[in-house]
């Protein structure tokens, strides 16, 4: 049997209440204002937010000064509702690993506030319209830009990556890259090196990001047979990786200023913020190393530092052009 069945199976054979309010009698009696949440809870906001983080300064950077606010507004609610999209169709496709697991046992689709049926015509819905509403508002390369991460990581990273390969999150990051690409190309209709540098810098800060989360809850994953970097490697193998990563991704960061494209003060934030990055990861890695296990490793310590690390990243790439 497929790990799907498997999944399935298991479900299925969970106590009523847990699943039971798929039924059309308990739909009945959730209140609107519950169903509405629901829904937006499908689209993720708290990622979403992290994508629009790294949208918007790179228009500033591309228009060198403020773009247009309308632009700004339209941008940022087409990428709301493709990231949305997205991230609906993942939760309907991972609805039976996501009831076997502690930190996605909430997830709409598995309490029943929203049947599977709802999930995927939501996320369809959102996918169509926020491409038309790319083409029609921003530009058709947005667009395009915008339905090809969509389509990348609901089928490359969810339907094939994520529960074949331990490199599911390092390529199935590039989705998360594209939003750079988007801010720059909705401001200019055009590519550059600058928004090709900071696509890298989100392509290698993915998974130091991402592996640290993993290696918390890496027992839900090792439950549903995801193979995250921390299920089939040693904490001490997983370390190394984040370092490995953490210096490309500090590295690539600088290349933006010799290039021409920042100045002063971009440098001195990703200098400042890359260090105390490294000085983590290294951390990390010596308690590691160190053979610490359970809360002692401080694995989230780096995790909540690499959120504040792009969102100082990002706000420097907008006010650069300020101070030049």
Same mark, same amino acid.
Do not use: C
């Given at each position: 049997m497929s790990l799907s069945g498997v999944c399935v199976t298991a479900v299925e054979s969970r106590p009523p209440g847990v699943l039971g309010a798929n039924s059309a009698s308990n739909r009945g009696q959730r209140p609107f204002g519950a169903r509405v949440k629901a829904f937006v809870a499908l689209t993720k906001p708290r990622i979403i937010e992290l994508l629009l983080i790294?949208?918007?300064?790179?228009?500033?950077?591309?228009?060198?000064?403020v773009p247009d606010l309308w632009l700004v507004l339209a941008t940022c609610v087409g990428g709301y509702l493709s990231a949305g999209g997205a991230n609906a169709l993942n939760m309907y496709?991972?609805?039976?690993?996501?009831?076997?697991?502690?930190?996605?046992?909430?997830?709409?689709?598995?309490?029943?506030?929203?049947?599977?049926?709802?999930g995927l015509v939501f996320g369809i819905s959102l996918a169509v319209?926020?491409?038309?509403?790319?083409?029609?508002?921003?530009?058709?390369?947005?667009?395009?830009?915008s339905l090809g991460a969509l389509l990348f990581y609901v089928v490359v990273y969810t339907m094939i990556l994520k529960r074949r390969t331990a490199q599911n999150i390092v390529w199935g990051g590039i989705a998360g890259c594209m939003p750079v690409l988007i801010g720059w190309s909705? $401001?200019?209709?055009?590519?550059?090196?600058? !928004? &090709?540098?900071? #696509? *890298?810098?989100?392509?290698?800060?993915?998974?130091?990001?991402?592996?640290?989360?993993?290696?918390?809850?890496?027992d839900d994953y090792a439950r549903v047979g995801v193979p995250m970097l921390p299920v089939i490697a040693s904490n001490k193998v997983v370390a190394r990786q984040i370092v490995i990563y953490s210096w490309v991704m500090v590295a690539v960061s600088l290349l933006l200023t010799p290039l021409g494209y920042t100045g002063w003060f971009y440098t001195a934030v990703a200098l400042a913020a890359g260090?105390?990055?490294?000085?983590?990861?290294?951390?990390?890695?010596?308690?590691?190393?160190?053979?610490?296990?359970?809360?002692?490793?401080?694995?989230?310590?780096?995790?909540?530092?690499?959120?504040?690390? $792009?969102?100082?990243?990002?706000?420097?790439? !907008? &006010?650069?052009? #300020? *101070?030049?």
């Open positions: 790294t949208t918007v300064p790179v228009m500033f950077l591309a228009e060198q000064g496709i991972d609805r039976d690993i996501d009831a076997l697991m502690e930190r996605t046992a909430q997830r709409p689709l598995v309490t029943g506030m929203v049947t599977p049926r709802e319209i926020s491409t038309l509403w790319f083409g029609l508002l921003v530009n058709w390369l947005s667009a395009w830009l909705a $401001v200019t209709n055009s590519m550059s090196w600058a !928004a &090709v540098i900071l #696509f *890298l810098v989100i392509f290698f800060w993915t998974p130091p990001h991402y592996w640290p989360l993993s290696m918390k809850v890496k260090g105390w990055w490294l000085w983590e990861a290294h951390a990390l890695q010596n308690r590691a190393k160190g053979g610490v296990t359970g809360g002692k490793l401080k694995e989230m310590r780096l995790f909540h530092w690499s959120i504040t690390y $792009v969102s100082l990243l990002f706000v420097a790439v !907008a &006010v650069d052009p #300020f *101070l030049r």
